[in-house]
């Protein structure tokens, strides 16, 4: 296969459009139209990897976190990225990252950490906005269903867990076509009188090219009228955090060695408890300390998340327990993601987990 066919599977379920204004998700390293044989899956970019992936054959590495963050103005072997980018290189080995994309979407990180804590009743803690927008316009009355069918084959219509969403009215519209025109229908010189549908779906912003494409060449007019309004909307499938409850109310002891056996943590830094039994859990896979006040307003018992400040532990006030379970312990489960993601869309591709992705904070 072409690094490209791997790299569109995930951005089909998690666009690049969706991560972070911070991040730098993607390819990084390599040619999208490489041919590549068997991937490696990791977290982290690290020495040990790209040798793990030279000794594997891989001439794909997949990793959560980018090998390139900030920006760069040499590529030496005097420092660590340096020197991994070279071996990459020099090895045809393509680096690809999937971040805050990933996060930021309802089948993503949190998805799987809430499915390891066994969560159920799930839903984004923080809903996106200014991602929605409306499309109107305006058709012969027996191109409606067509006009439509194109609108929702392009990716609009979607609202919840519902697809195919529209409102239509019918009402008349009137044109006149003047020179230098071939009229679908009417007369040149002539003011006409239509039968029209009123279409309105709604739609992410970053298929707007592809809708109005469709639009384009399902419509039979020359002249194709169309409005686009942004909506202020949320979008309850793309945000941050989640929170869902537990099957049966936990001492919150009981809770924390549960996280502790799951996530294979040293230790849990947290704020004082309440002493009251978890029901309603709120989490964030790595540092989500930009959350907490979201997860007291959504009436969370607990917060589990990572990287959390010594400061933001007073925000729980007694109100909530905030629980740092540490960066790599909350995210170590998207390999199993992205691994689940690609042997479901091509079963006969080759793609393994690192055996040396591994946790660079120790506990003494």
């Known amino acids: 296969m072409k690094v490209r066919e791997i ?32 991937a490696l899956i990791c977290l982290d970019v690290t020495e040990n990897v790209i040798h793990e992936a030279i000794e594997k054959k891989c001439e794909l590495i997949i990793s959560h976190h980018p090998i390139i963050f900030h920006s760069l103005k040499k590529v030496t072997p005097d420092n660590a990225t340096g020197r991994m980018l070279i071996e990459a290189i020099k090895n045809n080995i393509a680096i690809y990252a999937a971040h805050t994309n990933f996060d ?55 609202i919840g867990n519902y697809d195919c969403c529209s409102f239509n009215v019918n009402g008349s519209g009137t044109f006149r076509a003047l020179e230098n025109t071939n009229p679908y229908v009417g007369e040149k010189g002539q003011l006409h009188n239509e039968n029209e549908t009123r279409i309105e779906v709604i739609f992410l912003g970053f298929i707007e090219k592809k809708l109005i494409n469709a639009l384009l060449k399902s419509h039979p007019y020359e002249e194709v009228a169309y409005d686009i309004y942004p909506l202020k909307n949320t979008h309850a499938g793309i945000g941050a955090g989640m929170i869902g409850e537990l099957p049966e109310a936990m001492d919150e002891e009981k809770l924390f060695l549960k996280i502790k056996q799951i996530f294979k943590t040293g230790s849990i830094r947290h704020s004082k408890l309440t002493g009251k039994k978890i029901s309603k859990v709120a989490i964030c896979g790595g540092s989500g300390g930009f959350l907490i006040q979201e997860a007291i307003h959504a009436g969370a018992d607990i917060f589990i998340t990572a990287d959390v400040r010594y400061h933001d532990f007073f925000s729980a006030e007694d109100r909530m327990v905030i629980a740092d379970i540490g960066h790599f312990e909350s995210e170590q489960y998207t390999k199993e993601l992205f691994l689940s993601i690609i042997n479901k869309k091509i079963p006969k591709f080759a793609a393994i987990i690192s055996e040396q992705d591994l946790n660079p904070v120790y506990y003494f």
């Open 7 to 38: 790299t569109e599977i995930l951005e089909s379920i998690a666009p690049k459009i969706l991560q972070e204004t911070y991040d730098n998700c993607g390819l990084l390293v390599g040619d999208l139209n490489a041919e590549v044989s068997k």
């Open 104 to 158: 930021n979407i309802e089948k993503g990180v949190n998805h799987i950490f809430a499915k390891k804590l066994g969560l159920t009743k799930t839903k984004i803690l923080s809903p996106a906005q200014n991602l929605l927008f409306k499309l109107v316009t305006f058709c012969p009355d027996e191109k409606a269903d067509e006009i439509r069918q194109a609108l929702f084959n392009a990716g609009a219509g979607h």
